[in-house]
């Protein structure tokens, strides 16, 4: 006997789940297995205090979407966490590709964002002409040819073209760059993120999001995407923030699901909290973090958030708007290796 989180009690029992854990039996012991709905789009947040287990069942969903040829995983990696998908695995394969250095089409980013990404005011001298060389051309070098020709002023020019040339510093531009077929790859994509500042991930992240949307509503993609977004609150405040917006708002319509994970649930926004559809708990002491939850926490769960937190790492409190119940788990172990955890001086 097993259940299936995220599908409602008259769906078909045979559609593609992913196991993710158990039941927590109230010796501690495991109880009836826990799958997770992978044959529809859903919005999930997953919350909880460093250490407590928010990036391993992140692993776990990518395992288990892994092993599903029909979607199309991507995992945002900004803390190295994830790398290990790619090593052997304990029983069925983990298909995965870790990219160590993704590059995104600069044409994926709107003029908004260009000027959000490097600092400039749309409204200014270097800011507007930014925004027209975005709005002109589809490359950095397309953009730089744009900033060359306009007239304007000499100071103003140099001010738009030293912020490209940072933007260009980067190392995550490439008109080649990740594109609808790759990313629609059915094995687990992790985009090592861990060595770029806040700016270029939040780049990287908004141009997979835009390409993964559009690539949906255009009918170019024919599996179901995945964006697992790890230390969610980091690109919230960036120019990330409103493809991850969009994605919860408006991607269950062509089939965008999107996951997303933080120790910090208070820093995001609470119309995200409130349009996922399944919420994973593990651990919280925050007051802030555990008030944001509670405000936009469902009328069906019956006793407070902070009574029904989980104190151990591993157990998870979840929350399935499918079928509108509450379940104490424990989530399985990985089958490969986790690399989420902190050094320690004893193990030197």
């Known amino acids: 006997m097993s259940v299936v989180i995220g599908r409602g009690d008259d769906a078909p029992t045979d559609r593609p789940a992913g196991h993710i854990g158990s039941y927590r039996a109230l010796d501690g012991s495991d109880g009836v297995s826990l799958y997770l709905d992978l044959d529809g789009p ?15 069942t992140l692993g776990v969903v990518a395992e288990a979407l892994a092993q599903t040829p029909p979607v199309a995983p991507v995992v945002v990696d900004p803390m190295g966490a994830f790398d290990g998908l790619a090593d052997p695995a304990t029983g069925d394969p983990v298909p995965a590709d870790v990219l160590e250095q993704p590059a995104v089409d600069p044409g994926a980013l709107d003029p908004r964002s260009w000027c959000g990404l490097v600092g400039l005011d749309p409204a200014g001298g270097p800011g507007g002409l ?17 900033l060359d020709g306009i007239d304007a002023t000499p100071r103003d020019r140099r001010a738009a073209q030293n912020h490209l040339a940072l933007a260009d510093s980067w190392g995550v531009f490439d008109s080649d760059g990740l594109d609808a077929t790759r990313l629609g790859d059915p094995r687990v994509t992790v985009l090592a993120l861990s060595g770029l500042g806040v700016a270029p991930m939040n780049a990287v992240v908004r141009a997979v999001g835009e390409t993964l949307y ?63 559809d399944l919420l994973c708990a593990h651990r919280l002491t925050a007051r802030d973090d555990i008030a944001a939850l509670r405000a936009a926490r469902p009328s069906y769960v019956d006793s407070s958030l902070t ?16 079928t509108e119940t509450a379940h104490a788990a424990q989530i399985r172990r990985r089958q490969t290796p986790h690399t989420g955890t902190s050094p320690r001086a004893s193990r030197r």
Not at 42 to 54: E, Q, S, T
Not at 131 to 145: D, E, I, P, V
């Open 42 to 56: 859903h919005a999930v947040l997953v919350v909880g205090k460093r250490g407590y287990g928010k990036s391993y």
């Open 130 to 146: 930014l925004w027209r060389a975005a709005q002109r051309a589809g490359s950095l070098a397309g953009m730089t040819r744009v």
């Open 214 to 276: 559009r690539a949906r509503v255009a009918g170019r993609m024919e599996r179901l995407p995945w964006l697992l977004v790890d230390e969610a609150h980091t690109f919230f405040d960036g120019v990330a923030g409103p493809v991850l917006d969009r994605l919860l708002t408006r991607g269950r319509a062509p089939g965008v699901s999107l996951v997303l994970a933080t120790q910090r649930p208070a820093a995001v926004p609470a119309a995200g909290i409130s349009q996922t």
């Open 307 to 322: 009574e029904r937190m989980p104190t151990q790492p591993g157990e998870v409190l979840l929350v399935d708007d499918a």
